[in-house]
């Protein structure tokens, strides 16, 4: 199977996009801070997931970057939080996207707790 068939990658793509689109309408004076953060970290997820996929052989390196693919996408979730509090995003896209976090993070977590179930040998 490829990475990008895996659900948690494809959530966190899609998720990445939405953050990507709706980010284009904050403030200029925030481009190469929340806007360059934000973008970073939800891109980063599905970076580690495909990293996690290839490295998929040794258990330890596969939790490790599912671990990482986790910890951007709950940096994700702060960014969004400060985009909320500064108005940059309503509370409504704030609540979509929050809730799409959440479900990446809970696939991500699957995943960590599941190994064996995406080609890893647990011995």
């Not at 899609?14 to 953050?19: G, N, T, V």
């Not at 995003?89 to 996207?97: A, G, P, S, Y």
Request: charged letters at 30%.
């Amino acid at each position: 199977m490829d990475f990008k068939k895996l659900l948690a990658y494809q959530k966190g793509f899609d998720l990445a996009m939405s953050i990507f689109e709706i980010s284009k309408a904050f403030p200029k004076e925030e481009l190469y801070s929340l806007t360059d953060q934000i973008r970073r970290s939800s891109r980063s997820v599905c970076a580690n997931l495909s990293e996690a996929y290839r490295k998929r052989r040794y258990i330890r390196h596969f939790i490790s970057k599912l671990t990482d693919a986790d910890g951007e996408n709950s940096e994700s979730s702060t960014w969004l939080d400060f985009a909320y509090e500064c108005s940059y995003i309503t509370k409504q896209e704030h609540n979509n996207l929050s809730k799409q976090v959440e479900e990446v993070g809970r696939l991500i977590n699957y995943m960590i707790n599941n190994p064996e179930k995406f080609g890893v040998k647990v011995e």
